[in-house]
């Protein structure tokens, strides 16, 4: 009995902490006193309640428009929506503070942010990857425009990273061009993969895939296509035996390279 006494009192008490709670919330959003909201948004903000501190600072940035305290309440604006990880409106309007403050102190960490913003939201290297060039824009303007800020060295990391994202998303649009049997289509993104990343770490497969891909296109072709196609095919093996002279691909490659080399005797014994 005693426990259970105790038990109901406990929840009694946090069911008026609970109320208290939120009568002094409602007092807060309704008080005409707005240097008072704001000191309240802060204290929320940093108690990490944001979802309470949000719509405080949301009135105040148009109650303190063109006023000294602009600058700081739309900063915690933009701090509050990265808190709750609406990374696409913070983003956009971290961006719009340091274009409106550009000499404020906050503004080195706004334009940062803008572009990390677009980071967080560069989804996985097979979906759109428009965030992801976004960041990659934002993040080297950033470098460009901040050449002593203590985070070039992390945004060199995340554009690595990006960049690799991207050079992934190339490659295996090449590939499945590949299996779908859309070898035309599989040369040129191979060979779009190459330009656009030299220094790809899938040199050899794409090297050899691409090897695969012309000669299937070859053979596929009409007749006055082939000679030409086959003799791509073969500038297309020794660039893979040129890069890679032990290749694991060698045994299959060199096949390619003959089944190509007796089918373009043939097309000259028929000429």
């Known amino acids: 009995m005693l426990l259970k006494m105790r038990k109901n009192l406990f929840v009694a008490i946090a069911f008026i902490g609970i109320l208290s709670s939120c009568s002094e919330y409602q007092r807060v959003v309704k008080s005409p006193d707005m240097d008072y909201k704001l000191k309240k948004a802060i204290e929320y903000f940093d108690k990490g309640k944001y979802n309470k501190a949000y719509p405080l600072f949301d ?4 109650q303190f428009r063109g006023s000294s305290k602009a600058e700081e309440v739309y900063f915690y604006y933009c701090e509050t929506q990265y808190k709750l990880e609406d990374y696409i409106l913070a983003g956009y309007h971290y961006k719009n503070f340091y274009r409106t403050f550009p000499n404020s102190t906050y503004s080195d960490e706004a334009a940062y942010k803008a572009a990390y913003c677009h980071y967080l939201e560069s989804p996985k290297y097979s979906l759109d990857q428009s965030y992801t060039y976004k960041a990659l824009n934002d993040l080297q303007l950033y470098v460009n425009t901040h050449p002593k800020s203590t985070k070039i060295e992390e945004c060199n990391q995340i554009m690595d990273e990006l960049r690799h994202k991207l050079e992934k998303k190339s490659y295996e649009i ?59 095919t073969i500038t297309a093996y020794n660039e893979l035996v040129d890069y890679f002279p032990e290749t694991e691909y060698k045994i299959r490659a060199e096949e390619v390279k003959n089944k190509t080399e007796e089918n373009i005797k043939g097309i000259k014994l028929n000429n």
């Open 59 to 62: 009135e105040l940035l148009t």
């Open 174 to 232: 090449a590939r499945q061009y590949y299996y779908m049997q859309l070898f035309q289509s599989a040369v040129s993104a191979f060979n779009t993969t190459l330009n656009d990343f030299p220094d790809t770490p899938y040199r050899e497969e794409i090297l050899f895939f691409r090897l695969l891909s012309s000669y299937e296109l070859a053979d596929k072709s009409v007749e006055d296509k082939k000679f030409q196609r086959y003799k791509e």
